[in-house]
């Protein structure tokens, strides 16, 4: 779930760490390290591509991006989501519906 996350905030614009990290914690709590790992797994997988861009002050920052390739993930992964998460809608709507119970009689 964190790495169709982090695909998605990449959709949206390239980042660095800091700012994915941080972009991530406003919406779900994550443990300190945890979205370095996940770049790093999907920076290997060639998911994403890392390069360095000099800030302010000569300071080196890794900057993210989806590949086409994470691309095509990204999309399997947010259409995958969506059917799990609308399948356990319908389940929850159809259980609060009472049921029918049909006298013969």
């Excluded at 370095?36 to 591509?49: D, F, M």
């Excluded at 086409?68 to 929850?92: P, S, V």
Aim: aromatic content about 10%.
């Amino acid at each position: 779930m964190l790495e169709l996350c982090i695909l998605s905030l990449l959709h949206r614009q390239d980042s660095y760490g800091y700012d994915l990290a941080k972009g991530l914690s406003q919406h779900i709590e994550t443990a300190n390290g945890t979205v370095y790992q996940i770049l790093r797994r999907l920076t290997s997988a060639g998911l994403i591509a890392a390069d360095f861009s000099e800030e302010r002050g000569g300071h080196l920052r890794k900057y993210y991006s989806l590949t086409t390739i994470g691309y095509e993930a990204y999309q399997q992964q947010k259409q995958e989501w969506l059917m799990f998460t609308n399948t356990i809608d319908e389940i929850l709507r159809n259980a609060e519906k009472p049921t029918q119970i049909e006298v013969i009689g």
